[in-house]
């Protein structure tokens, strides 16, 4: 009688579309999936409970997020800085030419103590004086190499509304455009008149407000914006900044002369298998023909991938094991490929704990490795899971010191680094069966409080195809949220895929 609002809440989440949906009365067990009714319905009010503010995936929420820029202003630093130029290392020349940033929800508060407007814009400037290359542009020096300016021209921040309550729109709903909550900029113009940081605060009818921070990848990586963010939001609070950023980039210098003592074929371009398509914007957009999977994977969820794995004892990370779900899961949905394809994995590592003499807590600019896991097809799909996961495991472990050292002297010794940036015909990995994961597992948000409290969801903003993000789910302790992109017509398997191996032997 009801096909269209009867919606499973199994345990497991595998015959749901969404346990996170606004309408809590249409979800029933199907018959296959009652377990002791109970547990069960104590575990589905207890889930709802928690995760309400989050929405679901509502048809026409696109459409109904609407919102209004108040105010769009350029923050520079409270006091004069220096002026001076600052080195970009070779692994901040191969990041893409765009900003890329996280969006941060935090709920409503009743508390009179919330920061307003004026009283962020004035922690913004203070906090400009320390981070001073920050409110710099980038430029071009004498030889065509690319640099930061520090000139003290400041940072963007948007003020904006939205008639819409974070219900109406559902953060988990794929089809949901979020970029109206991050700055937007023209990047046909010349790169000199561009922020290196864009900073957006909105706020939902509901009281709700988003925070969507972005910083432009040349100048640095999630781990440099966490830094930077956590200083603001202590600063709006009152509080001394915690960590001292750490602005010097020769620490990443290549060694006199270069000895790179590995092949490094994550420099290499990925298998193609199809003609490169060209993007502008380098991103997923509402139009194109790729969507955006919206998963979360309880606790309960991961000890059973763990266990997946067929191993005794825990030399495999949660990360581990997620990533090599995911990577299988995205090469089982797509059908059209045969076995004699190769598929590819980019597993971005964050180089600050395994680099020695270990950085700064609060350096500030890329260090960003790859790992590349490689398989063809054929092989891949055979192979049991414990395999892939080991594939995994074998290709996070080398990246060790002397291997990073090793690939940061194989970029100086590259002909041409722009060849290895990401953009307009020369995408890092090219779809079909080439993937990239990003883990934003240690990237603390329980400090990024402005006075409202901290933060109870995060998430990216643009995807493009064949990459996907890994984070830490907030309402469970163990629990994770992934974001897939994929072509819409890949969806459905991958999410079958993704839930369904859970509760069966093999793919």
């Known amino acids: 009688m009801y096909p269209d609002t009867i919606l499973c809440i199994s345990i497991d989440y595998s015959c749901k579309g969404s346990l996170l949906s606004g309408a809590q009365f249409r979800h029933v067990c199907c018959v296959s999936c009652v377990y002791s009714s109970t547990l069960y319905i104590l575990f589905f009010f207890l889930s709802f409970q928690k995760d309400q503010n989050l929405g679901g995936e509502k048809s026409g929420a696109l459409d109904q997020m609407k919102i209004e820029v108040k105010q769009a202003r350029i923050v520079k630093p409270a006091e004069e800085t220096p002026v001076d130029s600052l080195w970009l290392s070779n692994l ?8 890329m940033g996280i969006l941060y929800f935090y709920n409503p508060c009743s508390s009179s103590n919330i920061p307003n407007t004026p009283s962020l814009i004035d922690a913004l400037s203070k906090v400009l004086v320390l981070f001073y290359p920050a409110a710099g542009r980038l430029q071009k020096d004498k030889n065509g190499r690319l640099e930061v300016l520090c000139n003290g021209e400041g940072v963007l921040l948007v003020e904006a509304e939205s008639d819409s309550t974070l219900q109406d729109i559902g953060l988990l709903n794929q089809s949901l455009d979020l970029s109206q909550l991050m700055p937007t900029l023209d990047y046909s113009g010349d790169i000199s008149s561009l922020p290196l940081i864009l900073l957006q605060v909105t706020y939902f009818k509901c009281g709700a407000i988003c925070i969507g921070n972005s910083i432009h990848h040349s100048f640095g990586d999630a781990g440099s914006l966490v830094c930077f963010m956590e ?30 003592v590995f092949p490094h074929t994550e420099y290499q371009p990925p298998p193609v298998h199809n003609p490169p398509v060209k993007s502008l914007a380098y991103r997923s957009n509402p139009d194109s023909d790729s969507g955006v999977a919206s998963l979360k994977l309880t606790r309960l969820q991961v000890k059973a991938l763990r266990a997946k794995a067929e191993v005794a004892d825990s030399k495999f990370s949660t990360y581990e094991l997620v990533v090599a779900h995911i990577w299988r899961c995205a090469c089982f949905s797509n059908e059209d490929l045969g ?51 080991k594939r995994v495991h074998g ?51 329980y400090e990024l409080d402005f006075g409202w409290g901290r933060p109870f969801f995060k998430r990216t903003t643009h995807l493009n195809e064949g990459k996907g993000f890994v984070g830490l789910s907030l309402d469970e302790e163990g629990s994770f949220i992934v974001f897939m992109c994929l072509k819409k017509t890949q ?17």
């Open 92 to 99: 901040d020349l191969i990041q893409v030419r765009f900003h």
């Open 395 to 445: 290709e996070i472990k080398k990246m060790d010191n002397t291997y990073l050292r090793s690939a940061i002297d194989s970029l100086e010794k590259h002909p041409d680094l722009d060849q290895l940036v990401p953009g307009e015909g020369n995408p890092i990995f090219s779809c079909a069966a080439n993937f990239c994961i990003v883990g934003l597992l240690k990237q603390t948000i």
């Open 231 to 260: 200083a603001w939001s202590r600063t709006a609070r009152g509080l001394p900044v915690k960590i001292t950023p750490f602005f010097d980039r020769t620490v990443l210098r290549a060694r006199d002369p270069p000895s790179p």
């Open 491 to 507: 969806l459905g398997n991958f999410q079958k895929l993704f839930y369904e191996f859970l509760n069966v032997s093999a793919l």
């Open 339 to 389: 076995e004699e394809h190769l598929t590819r994995l980019h597993i971005i590592i964050d180089g600050r704990s395994r680099l020695e003499p270990k950085l700064p807590q609060g350096y500030i600019g890329n260090t960003l490795f790859h790992a590349r896991p490689i398989s063809l097809l054929g092989e891949f799909r055979r192979e049991p899971f414990s395999t892939t996961v």
